[in-house]
């Protein structure tokens, strides 16, 4: 005669098929252990094996693919992180500080300016920002008493903060052990690899299939791409793919919009920011330091813009008065065949070349610049303009 017993008392440990997981419904009445389950049998190892060549060979598939797009090994993604452990290196009356919005950071070979003077600058430039905001922090900061050269867009110095902001928010949180392990593995990765880059991670890419199609939407062909290789002392160069990639070239341009006003886009306050200036450069003028401005070359398309939204003798000209200051303006060198590919930046060549001009410049306007008797010899605009398009500038 069948039992009648129920199905839970017929239930008990051991009663059920091997690999079946036992759950506390298993178990009344019982005090309930992890539920636990057989591990079956398999090749384990083996399938480490596969798993790992698979890995290997999409690794490297992945690799020559995005050195196939121009990336390179050595390019590191620029972040706050990287930017706080920078800012650390501005103490000193020998230090020569860069503060700027993206052009001068562009425009800037730190390797010729080390060349010709034997400082290396502490580049604390950050793109889409008002140098403002940078040098204003520096003006807090009472070891800060060296030279400062502040680079400037026009209407970006007089506008809004930018993202510079964000890099002054709550800066300690990125000197956490956590923030600088991330960007020593960083490093050590992007050191080997090219394929880490952000701005070509599979998921950028994917999201880039959408070129705009819907009118009216923000898309990613409004968002700026990569225009720049950069190393770890945060030294930007125009990316080569920029000066011989139409379309790359052709989507840059687009984004600048040639620097005209967005719509709503509230007026500039002309005075406020000459005020803040005047007072930040005392305050480093009081302790010891200087500051000397600098306005590099943007094409004529773009001049015609920035000059109706910021008249030079409005906003340059006022600031270097207000300030009781010193600058070296891009017109000062007359017209000049600059090799600008998407408009606001110069290329890698002429970066050198418009280094080697300002930095001689700057030696013969302050004290705290000499030129080293073994500096290499001076360059022309010429030098750049015969480049062939994405041509290394260390070839000058």
Not at 85 to 110: C, N
Not at 350 to 369: F, H, K, P
């Amino acid at each position: 005669m069948p039992s009648s017993t129920s199905p839970s008392e017929a239930i008990h440990e051991g009663a059920l098929p091997a690999g079946l997981r036992l759950t506390a419904s298993d178990r009344p009445g019982q005090a309930q252990p992890v539920p636990t389950r057989d591990i079956p049998n398999r090749p384990w190892g083996t399938m480490a094996f596969i798993v790992a060549i698979v890995v290997l060979l999409l690794t490297v598939g992945w690799e020559m693919k995005m050195r196939s797009l121009g990336l390179v090994a050595g390019d590191v993604d620029d972040s706050i992180a990287r930017w706080v452990e920078t800012r650390a290196q501005a103490s000193g009356k020998d230090k020569v500080i860069l503060v700027s919005d993206s052009r001068l950071m562009f425009d800037t070979d730190l390797d010729r300016f080390s060349a010709l003077t034997g400082k290396q600058p502490v580049q604390l430039g950050v793109v889409g920002s008002s140098a403002l905001a940078l040098l204003k922090d520096l003006a807090k900061d009472p070891s800060v008493n060296g030279l400062v050269l502040v680079g400037m867009a026009d209407t970006s110095y007089f506008g809004e903060p930018g993202f510079a902001g964000l890099y002054l928010m709550e800066p300690h949180k990125y000197r956490l052990p956590s923030q600088r392990t991330r960007l020593w593995l960083g490093d050590a990765l992007e050191k080997a690899l090219a394929f880490p880059s952000k701005d070509y991670r599979l998921s950028t890419l994917l999201f880039r299939i959408d070129r705009g199609w819907r009118k009216g939407v923000f898309g990613p062909y409004e968002d700026v791409w990569k225009i720049s290789t950069n190393d770890r002392r945060r030294a930007y160069v125009m990316w080569d793919r920029i000066e011989t990639d139409p379309f790359l070239r052709a989507h840059a341009t687009f984004v600048w919009n040639d620097f005209k006003a967005d719509p709503g886009e509230p007026p500039f306050n002309v005075p406020k920011t000459l005020k803040e200036s005047a007072k930040a450069v005392e305050a480093i003028r009081a302790r010891g330091g200087d500051v000397i401005f600098l306005r590099p070359p943007s094409a004529a398309r773009l001049r015609i813009n920035e000059e109706q939204r910021i008249p030079k003798a409005e906003g340059w000209d006022s600031l270097l008065r207000l300030t009781h200051s010193e600058g070296i303006h891009a017109d000062d060198f007359g017209p000049q065949p600059w090799v600008l590919p998407e408009l606001s930046h110069l290329s890698a060549g002429c970066r050198t070349v418009y280094t080697d001009i300002y930095v001689r410049r700057l030696a013969g306007m302050t004290d705290r610049l000499r030129l080293r008797g073994d500096a290499p010899p001076p360059l022309s605009v010429q030098d750049c303009v015969d480049l062939p398009a994405g041509a290394p500038a260390r070839r000058i």
